[in-house]
C-alpha cells in the first residue's frame, strides 16, 4: 500500500463542505441570523463611518438624554452616544471573545488530541483538564485581575484558559475514534512520523466536531466575558465595553433604564445569533445526526 493510497482510505472532512453550506443555505432561520452576525461585524468594524460621534466624547448637557432623532439610542450618564458606544463595544467585546477562543481552541485540541494519541499521557492530561474545569470561569478572571490587574487581557487570559478543559474533552473524544482506523496502521507502517500523522489524518477528521463546539462555545464566552466586565475585571472606564456599560448603567434603571438596556440587548442579540448558528452547524456537521 502506497502513501497516495492511504491518503485516500482517510476519510475527509473537506468532502463534506460542499454539501454543508448546501444545507446551510437550506436553513433559513439560521441564514437570516448568519446575515446578522455578519451585517454586526460589518458595524463593529465601520464604526467610525456609521456614526459622527466620539463614543468618548462627553457633553453634560445631554446627560441620560432618551433615545431620538439626534441619539438613535439616547446617552448614558455622561452625555456620550450609546450609539457610537455600543458599536465600538462590540468590537472590543467580538474581538476579546474570538481572542480567547481561538487561543483555547489551540491549546484544548492539541492537549485533547495528545491525550487520544498518547496513551501513557491521556491520564495525566485529562485529570489537569478536569483540576482546571473544577475553577469557575469567574474565579478564574478574579483571580487573574488580582495578579495581573484589571484589562482586556486579564478577561481574555481567563477565557482561553477557561475554554481550554472543555475543547479537550470534545478533542479526545472526537480523536478516540480515529487513532485505531486502519488508515493510521498503514500510515505507522510507511513510517510516517507522529506529527504527519496527527497533522494529516487525525486533526483532519477530528475537524468538524471540533468545530461544531467551538461555535456553540462562542456565545457562550461573549457572555462570560460580559460577565467579568460587569464585575469591574474587564477594560476599565471610559472604554467602551458592553459588559462594563451595564455596569455603570445599572444605577439609572430607575431614572434612565436606556442606558444599561441597549447594551443588554445587544449583547443578548449577538448571543442569540451565535446560539443559534452553533445549533445549525451542529445539525450540518454532527455526523451523528446527519445519520
Known amino acids: 500500500m502506497t502513501q497516495q493510497s492511504v491518503a485516500v482510505a482517510a476519510p475527509r472532512s473537506a468532502r463534506t463542505t460542499p454539501r454543508a453550506l448546501q444545507r446551510l443555505l437550506k436553513d433559513k432561520i439560521a441564514l437570516v441570523m448568519l446575515i446578522l452576525l455578519v451585517l454586526i461585524i460589518?458595524?463593529?468594524?465601520?464604526?467610525?463611518?456609521?456614526?459622527?460621534?466620539?463614543?468618548?466624547?462627553?457633553?453634560?448637557?445631554?446627560?441620560?438624554?432618551?433615545?431620538?432623532?439626534?441619539?438613535?439610542?439616547?446617552?448614558?450618564?455622561?452625555?456620550?452616544?450609546?450609539?457610537?458606544?455600543?458599536?465600538?463595544?462590540?468590537r472590543l467585546t467580538l474581538a476579546s471573545g474570538f481572542i480567547s477562543l481561538f487561543l483555547g481552541g489551540i491549546v484544548g485540541?492539541?492537549?485533547?488530541?495528545?491525550?487520544?494519541?498518547?496513551?501513557?499521557?491521556?491520564?495525566?492530561?485529562?485529570?489537569?483538564?478536569?483540576?482546571?474545569?473544577?475553577?469557575?470561569?469567574?474565579?478564574?478572571?478574579?483571580?487573574?485581575?488580582?495578579?495581573?490587574?484589571?484589562?482586556?487581557w486579564?478577561?481574555?487570559?481567563?477565557?482561553?484558559?477557561?475554554?481550554?478543559?472543555p475543547i479537550a474533552?470534545?478533542?479526545r473524544s472526537s480523536a478516540l475514534s480515529v487513532v485505531n482506523q486502519d488508515y493510521l496502521v498503514a500510515a505507522r507502517a510507511l513510517g510516517l512520523g507522529d506529527p504527519t500523522i496527527l497533522r494529516?489524518?487525525?486533526?483532519?477528521?477530528?475537524?468538524?466536531?471540533?468545530?461544531v463546539y467551538v461555535t456553540l462555545r462562542f456565545g457562550q464566552v461573549i457572555l462570560l466575558g460580559a460577565s467579568l466586565s460587569f464585575l469591574g475585571l474587564g477594560a476599565p472606564p471610559p472604554a467602551a465595553e458592553l459588559g462594563t456599560m451595564v455596569s455603570q448603567g445599572r444605577a439609572l434603571l430607575f431614572t434612565a433604564p436606556h442606558v444599561a438596556l441597549v447594551p443588554c440587548f445587544a449583547i443578548f442579540i449577538i448571543v442569540l445569533i451565535l446560539n443559534v448558528l452553533g445549533d445549525a452547524a451542529r445539525d450540518i456537521f454532527d455526523p451523528k445526526i446527519q445519520q
Do not use: W
Open 154 to 165: 486579564s478577561v481574555i487570559l481567563a477565557l482561553a484558559i477557561s475554554t481550554v478543559p
Open 109 to 152: 485540541t492539541a492537549i485533547g488530541v495528545c491525550a487520544a494519541y498518547y496513551k501513557r499521557a491521556d491520564n495525566i492530561l485529562m485529570r489537569a483538564m478536569d483540576t482546571v474545569l473544577s475553577f469557575p470561569a469567574i474565579l478564574l478572571g478574579l483571580a487573574i485581575a488580582g495578579i495581573s490587574g484589571p484589562g482586556t
Open 200 to 211: 494529516r489524518y487525525v486533526l483532519r477528521n477530528c475537524a468538524p466536531s471540533i468545530l
Open 42 to 90: 460589518l458595524g463593529a468594524i465601520f464604526a467610525p463611518l456609521l456614526t459622527s460621534f466620539d463614543p468618548y466624547r462627553t457633553s453634560l448637557r445631554n446627560r441620560n438624554v432618551p433615545p431620538g432623532a439626534l441619539h438613535l439610542f439616547g446617552t448614558d450618564e455622561q452625555g456620550r452616544d450609546l450609539l457610537a458606544r455600543v458599536l465600538f463595544g462590540i
Open 169 to 171: 474533552r470534545v478533542a
